[in-house]
């Protein structure tokens, strides 16, 4: 019987991510190292690493930045303390923030502005949550379930919605749904906050799982994207397991499986699935097949402090 990978399309670096990694690159280029970088520029071990390796220093705090050095905030965006905190301390502030992020955190004061309390679905621990609730703190709340949408009081104000971006539309549905259960007719942004990649991920996923009885998501332990994907292959009936590349492939859970689904989250370089598809057919695994459920052509602009570089 035939071995067969099916590889899912689109999968790895989206548009966000590939433009933060451009930054430090052009900066380290231009300018030399270290630069800093304040949280991981991308939720990527692998990344992480290879910058480290070329001089980018991240740090979890701008105040562990030297006074006058260049700090590059990363995709996921950051509160406007943060960003005021920089330039009392005399930062060159880069902002690699992923424009998909910047339009939710616009949003979030457009609301609060206007008198709405805003309810932020996502999850409270997240980077991305932080810095968006970090807009208007005394008027965003943060809702991580229906649960917390039906004990949500709003004290008269009318709430509108807005949602981490690194969430799927079904994955905030039954929240939204909750909310709009409890307080009627919802403001929300004229487009959806959900990112184009994080959607796509997942539809590609689900696609695998009608065929694939085991799905390898490629990504690391601390990327909410790459983790969801885990969760939808599980969902959707198959098998899946989260690696980190190919050196972190267990043979012993291919057993039992002939048609075998790969992805890999959105901060997750195309260099690690292909090295994963190279192990699988040396494994046995040697008929690939790509499933694609989307094409993407985004791309962002890069800042002016390095698009002339």
Not at 85 to 108: I, T
Not at 114 to 132: K, M
Not at 162 to 191: I, K, M, N, W, Y
Not at 228 to 244: H, P
């Amino acid at each position: 019987m035939s071995r067969r990978v099916l590889l899912a399309a689109p999968r790895s670096f989206c548009a966000g991510v590939d433009r933060a990694i451009e930054i430090v690159e052009r900066l380290l280029a231009e300018h030399g190292p270290p630069i800093y970088v304040r949280h991981q520029i991308v939720h990527n071990d692998h990344v992480v690493r290879r910058l480290e390796q070329m001089g980018a220093v991240f740090v979890d705090s701008e105040d562990e930045v030297p006074s006058g050095e260049i700090c590059v905030l990363s995709a996921h965006g950051v509160a406007p303390a943060v960003r005021e905190n920089c330039e009392r301390r005399g930062l060159r502030v880069v902002d690699a923030v992923c424009p998909l992020v910047s339009k939710v955190h616009a949003e979030a004061r457009r609301y609060a502005d206007t008198g709405h309390l805003v309810a932020l679905v996502g999850h409270a621990d997240h980077v991305e949550v932080i810095g968006t609730r970090g807009e208007r703190p005394d008027s965003t709340v943060v809702i991580e379930s229906p649960e917390d949408a039906e004990k949500l009081e709003s004290d008269g104000r009318p709430v509108a919605v807005v949602t981490q971006t690194t969430l799927s539309l079904d994955d905030v549905q039954a929240t939204v749904d909750a909310l709009e259960g409890r307080f009627g007719t919802l403001r929300r942004p004229a487009a959806d906050d959900i990112c184009y990649a994080t959607q796509n991920r997942q539809d590609a996923v689900k696609r695998l799982a009608e065929e694939a009885t085991l799905i390898l998501v490629i990504g690391s332990e601390t990327s909410s994207n790459a983790q969801r994907l885990v969760e939808v292959a599980r969902n959707a009936g198959a098998a899946a397991e989260l690696i980190g590349g190919d050196d972190e492939l267990d043979v012993a859970v291919l057993d039992g499986h002939t048609t075998i689904g790969l992805t890999a989250g959105a901060s997750t370089p195309e260099e690690l699935v292909e090295a994963t598809v190279s192990r699988l057919a040396e494994l046995g695994w040697g008929d690939l097949e790509e499933i694609t459920v989307a094409r993407e052509n985004v791309q962002f602009r890069l800042p002016r402090e390095v698009a002339a570089s």
